[in-house]
Each structure stands twice: as C-alpha cells, then as structure tokens.
C-alpha cells in the first residue's frame, strides 16, 4: 500500500526515521538543504552519531531503498521533520518548518499523506503548514490528508524508542489519522494513539515542558538543601519511594534542543497563563549562575591562592557528543565573570568546539584550583582521585551531578561538595 517515502530533513530525527522505513522495505527518498550531509550520506559516512544508525544505513543503501538529494521527489507519504527552533528572543521559528512544507508542494498528488514530525507550538499544522499545502490546489482533508505524529526518542537510543515508544497521531481529520496509524505500524511495536492535530502538537510539548518544570523543582530543591544541611539527592530518592512521586534530579541547568527550548511555545502562546513554565525556564536558566557563585564561595571556604577551575563536561547531557544548548558553555561564561581562569575537557567531545577546552585530562587538572563535575560521563564516574591528586595544586573537587562515589574522594584526600548538599 505504501511504497514510495519522501523524507524531509535528514538529522537526529529524519535520517533514523528513513532508514528505519527503508529498511522495512519502503523506497525512501531523503532530503535534506546541507548539502555536505547529503554528499557524506551517499558515500555511507555520517554527520551525526547515533547507536546502530551507520550499520542500517549502509544496508538501506545497499539494497537500494534509500536515496538522499537536495531536492525533493514524488512519493506515497512526505514526512517532514526538520528543526523547530527558538529565536534569540524565545519566539518560536518556524520558517524550517515552513520552508520544508512548501518545498514539497510541487510534488504532491492526490492520495498523497502529509505527516510532520517536528516539535511544534499548538496550531502550527494549522496555521502553517495547510496555507503552504493548499497551494497545490488539492482539497486538504481528502485529496490530501495531513498529520502530526511527533518524534518521542531520546538520542543514544533512537532506534529502539522508534520501534517500542507508544506514538500518537493527530490528523486533521480521522482518515488522516487512521491512514498514519497504517504507516507507523510497519515498526512501531508500541501502541500507537490516535487524536486531533491541535492535540498532538501540545501533548509534545507537555512531555518536555513537564520534565523541564519538574527539574526547576528540583534545582529550586537543591539550593534550599545547600543551606540546610541536607543532602538533596537522598531526600529526592527517598520522596521517590512514594507510588505518586517522581521529583526529578538537580543539575548545573537544562540543555539540549528540546527541553530548554519547547516550554517557550507554551510561554509564547500564552504569556498570561503560562506562569509556571516561564518561572521553571528561568530558574533552570539561572542555575548556571548559581553553580559559578557557588564555585566562588568554596574556594574561599578553602582559602585557595588560586582561581585556575578545571571543568569537566561539555556535552548537555551523560555519554552524548552533543553541545547543542549545554550549560556547560554558560557555566564556564559566569565563571568567568567572576574573574576565574577555566580549562575544560570532555571525553566525548574531540574537536575542540570550546576556546577554552582542551583534549588532555592531564593538561585540563594541571595546577587546578578547583575540578568541577558538570556532565555525568561514566568516564567521569569511574575516575581515580588518588591517580589525578598530585596535579591539582588544591585537592577540591564539586559535583553537580552526584556521579562521583564521595566517600573514594574524600579517602584520597579531596574537599568533596556536591550541588544540593553544601552549605
Ligand atoms: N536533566 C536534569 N535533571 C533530570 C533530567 C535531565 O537536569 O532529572 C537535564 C539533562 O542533564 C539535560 C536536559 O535536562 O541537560 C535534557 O535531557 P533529557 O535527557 O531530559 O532529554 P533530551 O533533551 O535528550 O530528550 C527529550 C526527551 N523527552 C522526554 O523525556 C519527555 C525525548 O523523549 C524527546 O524525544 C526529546 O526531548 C525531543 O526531541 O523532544
């Protein structure tokens, strides 16, 4: 029934999503306007990292169900899932998502399915993508059906989210919907739940904006526990063995492009109402600050001569390669600030995207002041403090991730403070 796929945007989401088609057999064409991506992609090389993609890519290949251009070609099913991004001023941009639609309005043919799996504010099936798709001089809804079924997988593990996530689907009518349940099924094992649009578009935004508001909760935790004597991570696991209880964890502030960026299309819709988003991404946007200040008073807790702060982790988030939105990049700005002298490393991260990073661990503590733990690397996790001590000029280590064994650190001689439990 569905033979020929049309992918628009070819990056985290879109080139997983294509080859996970053309691997069940579907003839995908994928497109995507970096032309670079494109020509790495036809010599089977890859512009992003993801577990398993490169193996199925090539087999797509191969057996000759995938093709990637610039431009794109006539198909059963387009699914465009191109980036959804914030401006500077926290509006939403939806010109890619705009563009995208319209790019394939050509191409388009009655019985065609339209399916957008961005992240998206409410309405913008709606008020975006239709005025671009009733250009084709299709009649919307039955020559063309049109559907949101957003992306749900969390990268490192795309694949086997793809496949087991439950999906939801919201036409803009139920033919459109039933008839995008049909697609998925070829590999979702998941249950896949049909809704309107509208729908679709915010339950998306709900999941992020949920976990985003929920870690705000968390840090706002953290730093009344630094005052308190308590040890924040043991009170959250604790209140977590309740059946209705799931506090989130503390953290050095919220990165990655999609939950520091999605609560903003609530806040933007609806600035009146959306109070508690708006307080959340400000709070997780303050932390950054915050973890710098904190950084100051240790040291002079510690009476340290210097101001030389190693710090470990650039990535937004544990075992990713990922810089996009880490607040790894404001830390190291308010440190800074503060007139401090920064050295980073990060394992996962080897081209130096940072001016102050470095690719040596040894180089990174030399003469250290203070080390500082931003990203919760098993590399990390597993370092031997009594093999680093002797670099550092002052033996301090600070962990906003709670991925150090302490009690190891203090034994080889270390100060020890932790995020949410310092006072
Ligand atoms: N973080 C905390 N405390 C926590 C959990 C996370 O500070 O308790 C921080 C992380 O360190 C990181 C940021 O939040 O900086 C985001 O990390 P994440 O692992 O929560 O999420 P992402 O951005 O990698 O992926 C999310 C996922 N959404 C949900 O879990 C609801 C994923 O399923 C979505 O597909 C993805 O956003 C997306 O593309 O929207």
Redesign the pocket.
Same mark, same amino acid.
């Given at each position: 029934m569905f033979k020929n796929l049309c992918v628009v945007g070819l990056g985290?989401?879109g080139l997983p999503t294509a080859v996970m088609f053309a691997n069940h057999q579907l003839h995908v064409h994928g497109v995507d306007i970096n032309e670079k991506a494109v020509k790495m992609i036809q010599n089977k090389q890859l512009h992003i990292e993801e577990n398993g993609l490169q193996e199925r890519m090539e087999k797509a290949i191969d057996e000759g169900f995938l093709t990637v251009g610039t431009q794109p070609e006539k198909a059963d099913v387009f699914i465009v899932a191109v980036p959804s991004p914030i401006n500077s001023d926290n509006t939403a941009n939806l010109e890619y998502v705009r563009k995208a639609t319209a790019s394939i309005v050509p191409f388009l043919e009655k019985g065609n399915l339209v399916i957008l799996e961005s992240?998206v504010p409410p309405k913008t099936v709606e008020d975006v993508m239709l005025p671009e798709l009733i250009k084709s001089g299709l009649e919307i809804g039955t020559d063309i059906l049109v559907s949101h079924s957003?992306? *749900?997988?969390?990268?490192g593990k795309i694949f086997e989210?793809l496949i087991n996530?439950d999906r939801i689907v919201g036409g803009i009518n139920e033919e459109s919907s039933l008839k995008t349940k049909e697609l998925y099924e070829i590999f979702v094992k998941g249950q896949i739940h049909l809704t309107d649009a509208t729908t679709a578009e915010l339950v998306?935004v709900m999941?992020?904006t949920? *976990?985003?508001v929920?870690?705000a909760f968390?840090?706002e935790l953290a730093k009344m526990a630094d005052r308190l004597d308590v040890n924040v991570w043991e009170a959250i696991k604790f209140a977590n063995y309740h059946p209705r209880v799931n506090v989130?964890?503390?953290?050095p502030?919220? &990165? &990655?492009?999609?939950?520091?960026v999605?609560p903003w299309f609530l806040v933007e819709l609806q600035p009146e109402t959306a109070k508690l988003i708006h307080l959340s991404r400000n709070t997780?946007d303050g932390m950054p600050a915050y973890v710098a200040s904190q950084v100051q008073r240790i040291l002079t807790e510690q009476n340290s001569a210097g101001k030389k702060i190693a710090v470990f982790g650039l990535a937004?988030?544990?075992n990713?390669d990922d810089m996009r939105e880490?607040?790894s990049t404001d830390v190291i700005d308010e440190l800074q600030k503060l007139g401090m002298d920064v050295i980073s490393y990060d394992p996962h991260i080897k081209e130096n995207l940072h001016h102050t990073q470095v690719q040596g661990m040894e180089e990174a503590l030399r003469d250290a002041d203070l080390l500082i733990i931003l990203?919760?690397h098993d590399e990390f996790t597993a370092m031997d403090p009594k093999g680093i001590s002797d670099l550092m000029r002052s033996k301090t280590v600070y962990d906003t991730?709670n991925c150090l064994d302490r009690t190891k650190w203090m034994d080889a001689g270390f100060a020890s403070y932790l995020l949410g439990n310092s006072k």
């Open positions: 985290y989401i992240t957003p992306e *749900r997988v969390i990268p989210e996530n998306k999941e992020n949920y *976990r985003d929920n870690i968390a840090n989130h964890f503390p953290g502030g919220v &990165g &990655g492009h999609c939950i520091a999605d997780n937004f988030k544990g990713v880490s607040p990203t919760n991730k």
